[in-house]
Nanobody
Framework: QVQLVESGGGLVQAGGSLRLSCAASGRSLPSGRWMGWFRQAPGKEQEFVAAISSSASSTRYADSVKGRFTISRDNAKNTMYLQMNSLKPEDTAVYYC???????????????WGQGTQVTVSS
């Protein structure tokens, strides 16, 4: 099993920044698997935010966060990050990290999920 623990959420004003972390522990993920971030706002479906390949050579972003969010990973530390800049109130959601997928942006393809961390952006 792989355990994922998110951290770094909180309350920030519009225009501010936050960095989320996702620490992985347990068994190693097979090579060639993506890690990603998804989010779910109140009353809405969970949506894809960003994903990064196992080697960190490829990334994918939702159109809504392109140019504002940056995904990265440090395989030596088994940790993935999401740097979020220029935050907007519509970015308010619970953010989940996920791992183990062969497909970047499809939530059903991910095997492992964290518990989520709340991000609230005030206007």
């Amino acid at each position: 099993q792989v355990q994922l623990v998110e951290s770094g959420g909180g309350l920030v004003q519009a225009g501010g920044s936050l960095r989320l972390s996702c620490a992985a522990s347990g068994r190693s993920l097979p090579s060639g698997r993506w890690m990603g971030w998804f989010r779910q706002a109140p009353g809405k479906e969970q949506e894809f935010v960003a994903a990064i390949s196992s080697s960190a050579s490829s990334t994918r972003y939702a159109d809504s966060v392109k140019g504002r969010f940056t995904i990265s990973r440090d395989n030596a530390k088994n940790t993935m990050y999401l740097q979020m800049n220029s935050l907007k109130p519509e970015d308010t959601a619970v953010y989940y990290c996920a791992a183990g997928s062969l497909i970047a942006a499809t939530k059903g393809a991910y095997t492992y999920w964290g518990q989520g961390t709340q991000v609230t952006v005030s206007s």
